[in-house]
């Protein structure tokens, strides 16, 4: 009897399990490159859209910013899954090697755990041979983390690894006065962390030719056109060329962003969905110029996450699925109203647009007043396909391009779901774009200014901010955010955000790192 019993229970254990996971067509493993929003919230909050589940290890073995995430932990989560249960991984091979994004540009991890760590990919591919596994591996940034210890020499190591690859006196000069000046313990470190880390971009491109990762992205991390880094970066091309992996190796900028590219190529990919975009530029002359903190040209950039998705660029908007119109131009005159216009003509002729908003000077790294003021005026941020304003500009491009088009695989596939399910994906849709209104215009633009003098006038390390000190600035943030909140929710308005009931309500903000740089925005909608 009692056998009979525990045999029903396992049944109703199942049964429930079995229900749980049914409720998404898709499930998709993921292990972030750390706990901060864009890398977690954005990508499980974005593939809601596409009605998939992005499960990722408990939150506290992730890290804190200087706080490593625990990689041992992680394997052993890793090791209790069943890799049968989902369709597609995405992994950070940072998180797995070193515990995250900031612990990768120390040396605290030594070359050999972090190359037998990441033999777990190895194992779930014996496991599940069939599992699409696509993966991520960052090349070092040119400048360390600013943890607020490091304030005197982090910005020379910075400078040393700009210009000690030059070959002119004056920069030979500079670069051995600025060695001087750091102290040998950093520097030191620092070469040998991105010796290190090299070997791990090789160990992950030999993943790749042995069909352990299906599709890797090499990503540069913040960097400019001339450094240490680029020689790193030309000998992972060359690696990839000379296995022919070309096509399923590439070599971009960015960071945060890449887990959101790589779901977006996963889904496309267990859909066949492969759809044609067409990049509109507001300049010319700025799509042909590299944006603050990337190495390449900003229309390579875009070239790059349409490549990564798995998508295709073309140049005739006729023939397009998608128009993608690019806005690097806010400090020229006139171009916010003219562009905004352009954008509500091709929505009311019904085409599917998606935006990037684009700080091409680095310094607000939020939505530009004048172009954001537009897209509100005309209520055009409900149409849009996506919307994305923050950072830099593959952080912006990273977040938006993937949304749009995951949007515009569901609305494909809508038919086959239902209703119920359809007016979920609507409600997730409109969740993501509101949110990134709310945290790229209002918080980064409006909001974070002002939280940074309220830092400066109680003489707070923006840098790195107590417990107490956080809680007081994320309570500030918040009685301005909210004012925000109600604003846009009462203006956040279409056709078809009536018919599905969106209503906006209960905001929560936190400041995850201790530090203004990123907020954890959430809310519900009814």
């Known amino acids: 009897m009692r056998s009979l019993f525990t045999l ?18 898709t499930r998709v493993l993921l292990i972030p490159l750390d706990d901060r929003p864009p890398c977690l919230q954005f990508t499980q909050k974005m593939g809601l859209i596409g009605n998939a589940e992005v499960v990722s ?21 890793l090791n209790k899954q069943n890799f049968k249960m989902f369709n597609a991984a995405v992994i950070s091979l940072d998180m797995l090697a070193y515990g995250g994004l900031v612990a990768s540009r120390i040396h605290h991890t030594q070359l050999a755990p972090a190359l037998s760590r990441i033999d777990v990919i190895k194992k779930i591919h014996q496991l599940a041979p069939h599992l699409p596994v696509y993966g991520q591996s960052v090349i070092m940034r040119l400048a360390p983390t600013g943890d607020g210890k490091n304030e005197a020499y982090r910005q020379k190591l910075a400078d040393w690894a700009e210009i000690s690859v030059a070959e002119d006196e004056v920069s030979k000069k500079r670069a051995a006065e600025l060695v001087r000046d750091i102290p040998t313990e950093a520097l030191t470190d620092y070469k040998a962390s991105r010796k290190r880390n090299l070997s791990v971009n090789y160990k992950a491109i030999d993943f790749v030719r042995s069909g352990i990762i299906d599709y890797l992205i090499l990503s540069q991390d913040d960097a400019k056109p001339r450094g240490i880094h680029v020689a790193d970066r030309e000998q992972l091309i060359e690696r990839s060329k000379k296995f022919n992996l070309t096509s399923k190796i590439l070599v971009m900028p960015g960071a945060d962003e890449i887990s959101m590219l790589l779901l977006s190529r996963a889904l496309n990919k267990r859909f066949n969905f492969s759809p044609k975009i067409k990049a509109v530029y507001s300049s010319e002359e700025l799509s042909n110029k590299a944006m603050p903190f990337e190495d390449r040209p900003l229309r390579q950039t875009v070239s790059y996450d349409i490549a990564a998705i798995g998508a295709t660029e073309v140049t005739d908007a006729a023939k397009a699925d998608l128009l993608f119109y690019v806005y690097p131009s806010r400090f020229e005159t006139g171009n916010a109203q003219s562009f905004a216009s352009e954008i509500e003509k091709q929505t009311d002729n019904g085409k599917h647009v998606i935006v990037a908003d684009i700080d091409p000077k680095g310094d607000v790294q939020g939505g530009d007043p004048n172009f954001s003021t537009e897209l509100l005026r005309r209520r055009l941020l409900p149409r849009l396909y996506s919307y994305a304003s923050w950072n830099t500009a593959g952080n912006t491009i990273g977040t938006t391009l993937p949304q749009g088009v995951i949007y515009a695989l569901a609305k494909a596939k809508m038919k086959q779901v239902g209703p119920k399910v359809s007016k979920q994906i609507e409600l997730a849709e409109h969740w993501f774009t509101f949110h990134r209104v709310l945290d790229d215009y209002y918080y980064h633009t409006l909001v974070r200014g002002k939280a940074k003098t309220y830092i400066q006038d109680n003489k707070y390390n923006p840098l790195r901010l107590t417990l107490e000190e956080t809680q007081k600035v994320e309570s500030y943030c918040m009685s301005l955010l909210s004012i925000n909140f109600k604003e846009l929710s009462d203006s956040y ?29 959430d809310f519900k909608v009814h």
């Open 57 to 77: 290890p408990p939150k506290e073995l992730l890290g804190n910013f200087t706080t490593p995430g625990q990689p041992e932990k992680i394997i052993a989560w």
């Open 8 to 25: 029903f229970v396992l049944f109703l254990v199942i049964n429930a399990s079995a229900q749980n996971v049914s409720n998404y067509r």
């Open 493 to 521: 308005t279409s056709n078809q955000v009536t018919a599905i009931g969106f209503k906006p309500s209960g905001m929560t903000f936190a400041l995850p790192w201790g530090r203004t740089f990123e907020a954890e925005i």
